[in-house]
């Protein structure tokens, strides 16, 4: 869905992210792409990975056009969140500055293990948020150093439940490199599962108690530019490293943003935006003044610059 946006065969896509993948995809290509609030937008019709995990999120050039397609899709059938899903989400307010709106920057973790390319990247961002009114401050989080092998074990546990009959019956229907991620959950006792489950709601929690004192959270995407197919490894591995920085915002149930913020050796690099539940006109509001005096969302590859010098629903 990413190569396609970003590639000018449609304007937006949709994807799923259960731990990363509308997030990633979208920092790589170069677009904005968005995880709403569990539940918001419905994931009938989807196939499970984990229904404690997966959502459904929209993908395109802008934080408006994103903006667009999520006023489209939220708020639809048996599963949506009736509360508000589009909680002070306006198309008319699309201009927008962010005074007084409180940004924290984790002081460790997400930036520990970046390229120093991409910090420079997010750093250089994060001014430009200020300059826009922002107040940022540096903050303290718990470690989330956990969160990765917590996740994958409740994620690859629930795949492996839903998907064990057929993997049975029909193994040559999947994959070779998706099955063998399936079946590492086959291991998985009753009892590491629930601890889990035990950590990543202390994680969740303590998320939502920093949301008392900031409004917007901010992080890199992705810790490194796109790999080469060369390069790429076992793709288990790559997974995990290209993931490293999106599993634990996953668990806190909120809204996260990736926005286009750089290049690095003319590749894009992503900077993560997180608010709390239910909260996504925050990050709407982050992103569109990001993106009023930025340019790197119009960035086009050498190939298509010349025939596509803008693309956008707006």
């Known amino acids: 869905s990413a190569a396609a946006v970003s590639a000018a065969m449609?304007?937006?896509a949709i994807g799923t992210d259960t731990s990363g993948s509308v997030r990633t995809p979208s920092a790589l290509n170069g677009l904005v792409g968005l995880r709403p609030s569990r539940g918001v937008i419905p994931v009938t019709g989807t196939t499970p990975v984990s229904p404690f995990l997966d959502t459904v999120g929209p993908m395109a050039r802008s934080a408006v056009d994103v903006m667009r397609l999520f006023l489209a899709m939220a708020g639809n059938g048996e599963q949506a969140d009736r509360r508000g899903p589009a909680r002070g989400v306006d198309v008319s307010s699309a201009t927008?500055?962010?005074t007084a709106v409180r940004i924290g920057v984790p002081a460790d973790f997400f930036f520990d293990d970046c390229d120093s390319d991409v910090t420079d990247c997010v750093q250089v961002a994060i001014d430009v948020l200020r300059s826009r009114g922002?107040?940022?401050t540096q903050?303290?989080?718990?470690d989330a150093r956990p969160a990765h092998a917590h996740l994958s074990r409740m994620m690859l546990a629930d795949a492996y439940e839903y998907h064990r009959p057929r993997l049975e019956s029909q193994p040559d229907s999947y994959?070779?490199?998706?099955?063998?991620?399936?079946?590492?959950?086959s291991d998985i006792d009753g009892v590491d599962y629930a601890e889990s489950r035990k950590w990543a709601a202390q994680w969740a929690s303590d998320i939502r108690a920093v949301f008392d004192t900031y409004d917007v959270l901010v992080s890199p995407t992705v810790p490194m530019?796109?790999?080469?197919l060369a390069d790429f490894g076992d793709p288990l591995e790559a997974t995990a490293r290209l993931t490293g920085l999106t599993y634990a915002w996953t668990l806190?149930?909120?809204?996260?943003?990736?926005v286009p913020c750089g290049l690095v050796t003319g590749l894009p690099?992503?900077?993560q935006l997180i608010a709390d539940l239910n909260r996504e006109d925050l990050l709407f509001r982050t992103a569109i003044a990001y993106q009023e005096c930025t340019s790197w969302h119009r960035m086009w590859p050498q190939l298509l610059a010349a025939t596509h010098p803008a693309h956008s629903m707006s």
């Not at 903050?139 to 718990?142: A, D, E, G, I």
């Not at 994959?175 to 991620?181: C, E, L, N, S, T």
């Not at 530019?225 to 080469?228: E, F, K, V, W």
């Not at 806190?252 to 990736?258: E, L, Q, R, S, V």
């Open 96 to 98: 927008a500055d962010l």
């Open 134 to 136: 922002a107040r940022v």
């Open 139 to 142: 903050v303290q989080l718990p």
């Open 175 to 185: 994959g070779p490199d998706v099955r063998r991620r399936i079946l590492s959950g």
């Open 269 to 271: 690099v992503g900077m």
């Open 10 to 12: 449609c304007l937006g």
């Open 252 to 258: 806190t149930a909120g809204p996260i943003m990736t």
């Open 225 to 228: 530019p796109a790999p080469r």
